[in-house]
């Protein structure tokens, strides 16, 4: 199946790349080209901010910017119509363009829908947050809150969600009345194209939302530093968004990001293990392994450091546990993303199939145990295919527990007492997401408590909700996205004061009283 041709949209139509070249789109399934993007340069990052800049100032605002928030709200809850007429096209999409399976694109499309209309709802609501008063301790003086569109912003997206984290940024920036310039990831931008399309067919106004496709030295560099951009907001790699923040700070521009991960999931002795080991599992495997908030460093129960007297009244689950992670992890479908029952397709790309293979065997070298997978499926010879790896004997200091592998790898450390895991659980530079599995509720809210990260999951791991923040601490970024906050992230706090008096200030003599 070949993808549609398309161009960059700026101003609201389809136009060439100022400079001609296009970007191959490699289905990793297959390592066979099926298409073309537009490469976008600088030029083309000028011409779209432009738009957006024209449609924030169109008619002083009150097209866009100024109108009422139910104005907004039509637009959005039309292209999550629209995303859920064309679910079936875009979820195919998706899988040929990322190795998502099929089934989870289609339930991305639906979260693509969700996270449209709940941002309509916000929209409405901003009218009935604006003005809000502030109480003052002169009574001759009033005060009252404006909340207001931070202006044009610029928005990088990722390659393992490519339309629901576009959506993620995209629908709370037009809600809070921003225009918009959306750079995707050169690896995975099919889908944001036919955003573009759908903002076509429903008449969202010219230049609201632009976007520009291209490699990130070319297109999304200019957006990150370009004067007209009033804020940024990224997801990606800890690298990039370290560049994004430089870029920005010479004109004090605001940046949110979410960046990287090294998630830990704390499983304790009181677990049902065939639960336990799927959310485990789940929670690691999920989008191929490609996830920010991947719990991918197992933290394990194991009493075999204490005193065999002690250890005699315990239940010590770790050898059975891992017993079973590698049958479930053995019996995970890997196959193309567009066959029926795919749990496991590939990932992106050549670079990130190589990247992780390095990984598993610079691990090995270390002196880690590869339990299972971490190796091309015999039954797959084409396709950046890797076998669910799980990985044992794991000490601190291995690259495989400090760096983030962004693909199907578990690392696993043992623990014998809560503190030791509290320790564990924070060894990490990263803060994003954690994860707790216990019978123990008073243990799984003392752990809530203890873990550094901005997401908590408790007997699970990996759920989402747009009605729920999302972001992390640490070198994970910071700011929040998603949930009632979201559109806060677009918005400027304008605080006006009246005095409210008929009688003169008085401070100053009056001359005619001299």
Same mark, same amino acid.
């Given at each position: 199946m070949a @993808?549609?041709?398309? *161009?960059?949209? @700026?101003?609201?139509?389809?136009? =060439?790349?100022?400079l001609g070249r296009r970007l191959p789109v490699v289905n990793p399934a297959t390592e066979a080209p099926i298409g073309e993007i537009p490469a976008g340069t600088a030029e083309d990052v000028d011409a779209a901010v432009a738009a957006a800049r024209a449609a924030l100032r169109r008619n002083r605002g009150r097209d866009w910017a100024r109108a009422p928030g139910a104005v907004r709200a039509k637009y959005l809850r039309a292209i999550a119509a629209k995303i859920i007429e064309r679910k079936s096209e875009l979820a195919r999409l998706e899988s040929l363009d990322?190795?998502?399976?099929? %089934?989870? #694109?289609?339930? !991305?499309?639906? !979260? &693509? =829908?969700?996270?449209? $209309?709940?941002?309509?709802?916000?929209?409405?609501?901003? !009218?009935?947050? *604006? /003005?809000?008063?502030v109480s003052l301790p002169l009574e001759n003086f009033k005060c009252y809150l404006r909340k207001e569109p931070i202006g044009v912003v610029g928005l990088i997206t990722p390659w393992n969600y490519p339309l629901l984290m576009a959506t993620w940024k995209v629908a709370p920036a037009l809600a809070a009345g921003c225009t918009a310039v959306l750079k995707p990831s050169e690896l995975a931008s099919v889908t944001c194209l036919e955003l573009a399309d759908v903002c076509k067919e429903v008449g969202l106004p010219s230049g609201v939302l632009n976007i520009v496709t291209g490699l990130g030295p070319e297109a999304g560099a200019p957006l990150s530093s370009h004067p007209d951009i009033n804020k940024v907001a990224f997801t990606g790699s800890y690298e990039t968004g370290r560049k994004i923040m430089a870029a920005a700070a010479p004109m004090v521009k605001p940046v949110s990001l979410e960046l990287g991960g090294k998630s830990p999931i704390v499983v304790f002795d009181d677990v049902d293990i065939e639960k336990a080991v799927e959310w485990t599992l789940f929670g690691c495997?999920?989008? /191929?392994g490609q996830i920010c908030s991947a719990t991918s460093r197992l933290i394990l129960h194991n009493y075999r450091f204490l005193l065999l007297t002690v250890r005699a009244l315990q239940r010590n689950i770790a050898k059975e546990?891992?017993?079973?992670?590698?049958?479930?992890?053995? /019996? @995970?479908?890997? #196959? %193309?993303? +567009?066959?029926?029952?795919?749990? +496991?397709?590939? &990932?992106?790309? $050549?670079? *990130?199939?190589?990247?992780?293979k390095k990984f598993v065997s610079t691990a090995k070298s270390q002196g880690a145990t590869i339990l299972t997978g971490g190796v091309r499926p015999k039954h797959l010879e084409k396709g950046f295919y890797i076998e669910p790896a799980i990985i044992t004997d794991v000490d601190t200091s291995m690259q495989i527990w400090r760096e983030e592998v962004f693909g199907p &790898?578990?690392?696993? @450390?043992?623990?014998? #007492? $809560? !503190?030791?895991?509290?320790?564990?659980? /924070? %060894?990490?530079?990263?803060?994003l997401a954690g994860a707790v599995l216990s019978g123990d509720r008073e243990r799984c809210q003392r752990l809530t408590e203890e873990i550094d990260a901005g997401i908590i999951w408790v007997n699970c791991s990996q759920p989402c909700f747009c009605q729920a923040p999302w972001g992390g601490n640490k070198r994970s970024g910071f700011g929040r996205e998603l949930g009632e906050g979201g559109i806060d992230n677009y918005l400027s706090v304008k605080q006006v004061t009246e005095y409210a008096s008929d009688e003169p200030w008085g401070w100053y003599k009056s001359p005619s009283k001299l």
């Open positions: @993808i549609p041709q398309r *161009q960059l949209f @700026i101003g609201g139509e389809w136009r =060439a790349p100022a990322c190795g998502k399976p099929l %089934d989870e #694109s289609a339930w !991305d499309m639906d !979260d &693509v =829908a969700g996270c449209f $209309e709940y941002f309509a709802d916000l929209a409405e609501a901003l !009218d009935k947050r *604006q /003005n809000a008063p495997f999920w989008t /191929n546990f891992l017993e079973r992670m590698v049958a479930w992890a053995r /019996n @995970i479908k890997v #196959s %193309d993303p +567009l066959e029926e029952g795919c749990r +496991l397709g590939p &990932v992106v790309s $050549e670079g *990130q199939y190589e990247k992780i &790898v578990l690392c696993v @450390i043992e623990f014998s #007492s $809560e !503190d030791e895991a509290i320790e564990l659980v /924070n %060894d990490t530079h990263y803060g």
